[in-house]
């Protein structure tokens, strides 16, 4: 993830040429968005897949960003975006887990009708599953991935993109973590301690903080690890405790990290635990409990609800009916699947199946560029988000506030 000077993201919806976001009635929670606008006349479908957990400990996420796509797609069916066809979600459960998603990557690329997939939520699972759908020639657009290698292989002094069917509507780690290191060496704290869960996306998360708070001249008093599968940290706090750091900076996701925020106050190591977008999310709050007041996470983007095409996402996902929020990822997967829709208006113009359209969907995806929730959606030569906007949220009286919002530079 996973999951980013003041900013001017208070950018319409989606400019008009776009057409996706009508304003007509919105249907509920039905996940198969398969019926075409009155007056349509579609005669071929094409299916947007989308792969996350949607079921497990980060199901929050997962179906936060299903229900997202889904909204998209009907909003698109509504006006016709693409004449002649109808658009179909196609949803797959990976758990969180590398193998389960990429059983669901092979399962959508069998498909001949999926023409693009929103996902992954893991960087972990997101190696699994960029191949697949990269040999079936599908473009997948990930809200949530932040892991560097996936746009820019593991050898970071000679960037290479690895597939050129993977894009993303986030920022990476590469952004997130000096960005965090910078707002605590900022506010005066010089000492720290990292955890990391030894997934991709944690460890990659801290790397990159760590290399930035050194660079700025703060210490990294003790760097731990714990197993994602854990849920007691005694050992960990009590190597740290002794060090005296004044903040410890946490790489995972919130099932380990608000247990960890708990567990360490409890045991008299008093000081704010700070995380990336994978502890970004109302259940942190809930697990780590009222000693949780003071810790921090970054989030890719400026807060939903401060620009009003943010409001505007909101107000219509809430009017669709869904029974879950969008949660830290809607924005983003709104944006994703308008993405490949936007893709799709050039791709599928003229195409006598999806399978033929493949192709297109990539080198149109690659030019694609509106105003959407999360600011301008567009993407450089590696497929990454061309904004680089991230904001600090505090936890404050038991909830989330917004702490800083700013562009990355």
């Known amino acids: 993830m996973p999951k980013r000077s003041a900013v001017s ?28 606008g009155t007056g349509s ?30 909204l998209a797609i009907k909003q698109a069916n509504e006006t016709n975006a693409i004449p002649g066809w109808k658009l179909e979600l196609a949803a797959e459960d990976d758990q969180a887990t590398a193998d389960v998603g990429k059983n669901a990557a092979t399962k959508l690329a069998g498909d001949k009708d999926v023409i693009g997939v929103v996902g992954t939520l893991n960087s972990s699972v997101a190696l699994q599953v960029q191949p697949v759908l990269s040999s079936a020639n599908i473009v997948q657009v990930s809200p949530a991935n932040t892991g560097v290698s996936l746009t820019k292989g593991e050898d970071a002094a000679n960037p290479a993109r690895p597939f050129k069917t993977y894009f993303r509507t986030c920022t990476t780690d590469a952004i997130q973590g000096p960005f965090a290191a910078r707002f605590l060496f900022e506010s005066g704290i010089k000492e720290v301690a990292t955890v990391h869960d030894k997934k991709a996306y944690g460890q990659g998360l801290v790397q990159a903080f760590t290399e930035e708070f050194e660079k700025l001249g703060g210490t990294v008093v003790a760097a731990e690890t714990i197993n994602p599968d854990e849920d007691k940290y005694d050992a960990v706090v009590s ?6 750091p004044k903040a410890l900076y946490y790489g995972g996701e919130y099932p380990n990290a608000g247990p960890l925020s708990q567990q360490m106050k409890s045991q008299g190591l008093n000081i704010p635990l700070m ?48 029974s879950d929020p969008s949660a830290a990822y809607g924005g983003y997967a709104y944006d994703a699947a308008n993405s490949i829709i936007n893709a799709l208006k050039t791709s599928l113009a003229n195409a006598a199946s999806v399978e033929d359209a493949r192709q297109a969907t990539v080198d149109a995806l690659g030019k694609v560029s509106f105003d959407g929730v999360t600011g301008k959606v567009a993407f450089d030569e590696f497929g990454d988000t061309t904004t680089k906007i991230l904001t600090v949220y505090k936890v404050t009286g038991g909830e989330w506030k917004t702490e800083k919002t700013d562009e990355f530079k």
Not at 13 to 36: E, F, H, Y
């Open 239 to 244: 190597a740290i405790k002794p060090k005296s």
């Open 9 to 36: 993201v208070g950018a319409t919806l989606l400019v008009a040429s776009l057409a996706l976001s009508a304003c007509g009635s919105r249907g509920g929670s039905d996940t198969s968005s398969s019926a075409a």
């Open 41 to 70: 006349g579609a005669t071929k479908t094409a299916k947007i897949g989308v792969i996350a957990p949607l079921s497990g400990d980060l199901a929050a996420l997962g179906l936060g960003i299903q229900n997202s796509v889904d």
């Open 275 to 322: 995380g990336g977008d994978g502890i970004f999310d109302p259940k942190f709050i809930e697990l780590a409990g009222s000693t949780s007041d003071g810790d921090l996470a970054t989030s890719v983007g400026a807060p939903t609800d401060s620009t009003d095409s943010g409001k505007k996402f909101l107000e219509e996902y809430k009017a669709a009916g869904y």
